[in-house]
């Protein structure tokens, strides 16, 4: 069994048992043409999994909360113009909550799942009821205004909820429905997705895994170039090493059309790859190929196995996405070598001694080719992390070098993503925020897919004061790497807290203290947020978790560091606090 934060919609069908009494066999007719022609479609098109049908009722998960909403919306708009069109016999009422669950093999239980099926029967027949941590969730990511219903006890909940209402007849009511927020980032429907399997290393030695992941990761790379396509990142894509899988339950999984796998055999100064790109709903071959090549090939095996896996997918590239692909800084494959071996340490645990082995792999990297960008970011990432943990002995200097060696790494490579991506990442430590924005977007330009630049453009938005434009980037992030899931919805809380969001916005730090038991910023911000809710027990308990964690924490010396454009954004974080009692 594991947990989860998750949207649930419950829907079921007003007046079922008099219709089954009147007329079995046209009730169930009706609900199967129902099922399949307006709810199953909605649920799909809004990327829900239907987790169990009871009968006359249905429970859907979600993993965004706005899916949910709007999945609901679609759902109950076109029974409505069915009624109005041909008499349709379906009606529903369906309720939404975000909250835990408990998964148990294909299973959801838990308090999350108990209040919609609360909130269900309190929607009007053909409407919809929310909870208000739904309700502030959305805000105006919907077309649809929910009115206030006020707080009702529900059966088992020990706490009163506060619930929002919705029906279709309000649609040509004497109202402003807010506009939905501009989708800037998401992906349009029915656009080919694919996924990423780390290749199995045939190579009969443990420490070649280094190159067959970074192969895997240069993909990966070249594919999210290509706006037309989603990619997955690589972080979720790897959650699958060494599993043995099937294709169509990692397609559903990770909400995707296709799934590339291969292997890699690396002998000497040769490298045989196979790979094969496989349909993730019937778990048909689309395209599959051998490639038995010198290893001074590596870079061009790598652009021909993205253009052809773009052509089995039918996307049309740009010329800029043509020359991008192509464009490659580094002419010595032995420092590419060791780069690929730096980035696996930086992105493993980090600590003092992965930080000293990836610094002396980068600059080896560089004395074999000095021209070769990605190597001088790595550093760049290195001296940040160093800043942040502290571990030479004048950390503070980091970032300066860290400056230094973004800038080269620009120089040597204007055209690469991870290059932008880690000069942003800097000049957010060093307080260029301007830079941090301009670099991000010029990261996003080069490659529409990169999940980290969209978390880190919500992060910008969130910390310049414009907390309520950063969603859409966050939940991008998230829907291109739902395994990284844990670090966005760090800024997903955050963003809710200065938003005045607090019962989301602890849902969400309380999610990710579960991911990431000792992480200690969160519960600052999990702490706050209690204390505007006036839970301050609770409050107190979980700032005790973080001194714990973190004795020397100092609330002062955390806000001078966070790279907030004014000191004045972290207001809000400081009165919960305060009105737990856990600052002056």
């Not at 070649?208 to 894509?237: C, H, M, P, W």
Request: hydrophobic share 40%; net charge negative; proline share 4%.
């Amino acid at each position: 069994m594991n947990r989860r934060l998750a949207a649930i919609l419950l829907a079921d069908v007003v007046g079922y048992s008099a219709m089954m009494s009147a007329d079995e066999n046209g009730t169930l007719a009706a609900l199967k043409h129902h099922r399949e022609t307006i709810f199953d479609p909605a649920v799909a098109a809004h990327n829900g999994r239907v987790v169990k049908l009871m009968g006359d009722g249905t429970l859907v998960e979600f993993s965004s909360v706005v899916d949910a909403v709007n999945c609901a919306l679609a759902i109950q708009r076109a029974i409505k113009a069915e009624e109005g069109a041909e008499g349709g016999r379906i009606t529903l009422r369906i309720g939404v909550n975000l909250g835990d669950i408990v998964i148990d093999g294909g299973e959801i239980y838990g308090d999350g799942v108990n209040v919609a099926a609360r909130l269900e029967p309190l929607a009007d027949p053909g409407g919809i009821c929310i909870s208000s941590i739904v309700n502030e969730s959305i805000g105006a990511r919907t077309d649809a205004v929910f009115r206030d219903a006020g707080e009702v006890q529900v059966k088992n909940i020990g706490r009163p909820v506060r619930v929002w209402k919705w029906h279709p007849d309000m649609d040509a009511g004497d109202y402003e429905a807010p506009a939905p927020q501009a989708e800037t980032t998401g992906a349009k429907a029915g656009m080919p997705s694919v996924a990423v399997l780390p290749f199995d290393n045939m190579s009969g030695d443990p420490e070649q895994e280094y190159f067959t992941d970074g192969i895997s990761e240069d993909i990966i790379t070249d594919l999210s170039k290509v706006g037309g396509l989603l990619v997955i990142a690589r972080n979720s894509s790897f959650a699958y090493k060494g599993k043995s899988v099937d294709i169509r339950d990692v397609g559903r999984e990770l909400g995707v059309m296709s799934v590339l796998e291969g292997s890699i055999r690396r002998a000497g100064n040769r490298v045989r790859i196979n790979a094969q790109l496989i349909d993730a709903r019937s778990g048909g071959h689309l395209w599959a190929d051998r490639f038995d090549r010198e290893l001074t090939d590596i870079f061009e095996v790598q652009d021909e196995v993205t253009r052809k896996i773009v052509d089995a997918l039918k996307v049309t590239l740009t010329p800029t996405e043509e020359a991008l692909i192509t464009d490659n800084t580094a002419t010595s494959v032995e420092a590419h070598d060791l780069f690929l071996q730096a980035r696996q340490e930086l992105s493993g645990s980090k600590n003092k001694a992965s930080f000293e082995k990836a610094t002396a792999l980068l600059k080896r990297a560089i004395d074999l080719d000095p021209d070769y960008g990605e190597p001088y970011a790595g550093l760049a990432l290195a001296c940040v992390f160093d800043f942040q943990n502290r571990w030479t002995d004048d950390p503070d200097r980091s970032v300066d070098v860290a400056r230094r060696y973004a800038d080269l790494a620009i120089e040597k490579a204007p055209k690469d993503a991870y290059v932008h991506h880690i000069a942003a990442i800097v000049a957010a430590f060093a307080r260029d925020f301007d830079r941090n924005a301009r670099e991000i977007e010029k990261a996003l330009e080069l490659s529409p897919n990169f999940a980290a630049a969209l978390a880190s453009k919500g992060a910008n938005m969130t910390f310049s004061g414009r907390a309520e434009e950063a969603f859409p980037y966050l939940e991008r992030a998230m829907r291109l790497d739902p395994q990284g899931s844990e670090q966005y919805l760090h800024f997903m809380g955050l963003a809710r807290l200065l938003l005045g969001n607090y019962e989301t916005a602890a849902a969400e730090f309380r999610e990710r203290i579960r991911l990431v038991p000792d992480t200690d910023f969160s519960r600052v911000y999990l702490a706050s947020a209690l204390g505007h809710l006036g839970e301050i027990d609770e409050a107190r308990k979980v700032w005790d978790e973080l001194m714990a964690i973190n004795p020397d924490y100092s609330f002062e010396s955390h806000m001078s560091r966070a790279p907030f454009r004014k000191l004045e954004y972290t207001a809000p974080i400081y009165e919960g606090l305060k009105k737990a009692g856990l600052v002056g």
